[in-house]
Structure formats: C-alpha cells, structure tokens
C-alpha cells in the first residue's frame, strides 16, 4: 500500500505536465490482482489530445470473472515525458462472481454469473523504452448495477504494450490532415468565386 500514497503525492505535488506521453498509440497485456482472484487481459491505449489517453481494457480470469473497460486519463511528466503518471475515470462492465455472507447460519455463499456496471477510477505510473511502454496501477471500482458483494474492489494491474504509433508519427499525421482540409477549403473558395464570375 507504501506505493499508493507514493503515486497520490506525485499526483498532488507534481505540475509539469507538458507533452506528458511519448506514444500515440499502444497494446499489450495487462496482468490484474485482488484478494480474490487474478486476471489477464488485452489493454490499448490511444492518445486523443496532449497528455489524454482513452484506454480499453478486457480482461478474464478464465472461470468466473470476465469484464470491459473503458477509462479517460490524464497524464503528466515527472522526470521527462517517457515517465509520467496518470490518473482518470471511466466504467467497467461484465460478468462477476458475489460472495454473500449468512450471519444466522455463518455460511458464505458465492454465485457466478452476475451481470455488473462498475463506476471506475485509475492512478499509475508508466515508462516507456524501445517502442515499449510498461505501466504499474490501482484501479478501484464501486459496483452501481448488479448484485456484486462487495461493492467495493480494488485491483493492482501491470501492463506492458508495444508502442505501435509514436507520438511525433500521430502529430505529423495530424498536421497532414490539417494542412489538406486547408487546401481543399481553399479550392472550395476558388470554386465559389469562379461559378459566381460565370453567374454574371
């Protein structure tokens, strides 16, 4: 638990958040635990603005837990942009086991199957290196439809995704693009101008 409040004092003492992450993309997989069971999964992130990411999550644990995830982090730098942490929110949907205990017979009961919609929150630190990004955190999460007990989890995940587009490719990408809607709402112009001239 040491490295969690380490994480919670980066998050409220660390301001430098420019050019926060070096990839545009990235997949890989992502090992998860709690003190009930441990999972493996596939995890793809996609930056959408300077320092957010949107990353997916679908993991199982091949018996009776198998979930999704979508959550929207931010991220800032602590020593250069290859090292940073990162924070966010999002939901988490699946198929939960419930543990259900019985005070009068002092039974614990566990039923499988049930459906779950999970409110999400994320908190990690992540490097990358040769096209490799690899990434610590705790993702807590409060069950709000679904009979899961309890409706409290927390889960620590490792991952390690492949870089599969850098940050400089997506942004030279992005210029492209800019720079032929430019052209093309130029040549809209002309094309006005010219069927205007032809009008009179």
Do not use: C
Request: glycine residues 8%; positive net charge; without cysteine.
């Amino acid at each position: 638990m040491k490295w969690i409040w380490v994480l919670m004092g980066i998050f409220f003492f660390q301001g430098a958040d420019t050019w926060a992450q070096s990839y545009g993309t990235s997949a890989g997989l992502r090992l998860g635990s709690n003190k009930n069971h441990r999972t493996i999964g596939l995890s793809v992130q996609q930056r959408v603005f300077d320092n957010f990411t949107l990353e997916g999550i679908a993991q199982t644990d091949f018996n009776n837990n198998t979930t999704f995830h979508a959550l929207v982090q931010k991220h800032s730098r602590i020593i250069s942009r290859r090292f940073n942490y990162y924070y966010g929110t999002g939901v988490g949907f699946g198929w939960e086991e419930s543990t259900h205990r019985n005070p009068e017979t002092r039974e614990i009961v566990t039923t499988y199957g049930n459906n779950t919609l999970n409110a999400e929150l994320i908190l990690g630190v992540e490097m990358t290196l040769l096209r490799t990004n690899i990434s610590l955190d705790y993702k807590p999460n409060v069950n709000i439809v679904g009979s899961r007990t309890p409706w409290y989890s927390g889960q620590v995940g490792i991952s390690a995704r492949h870089v599969i587009v850098k940050s400089k490719e997506q942004k030279k990408k992005q210029r492209q693009r800019q720079r032929m809607k430019k052209r093309n709402q130029r040549g809209n112009v002309w094309e006005n101008l010219r069927e205007k001239v032809r009008g009179y």
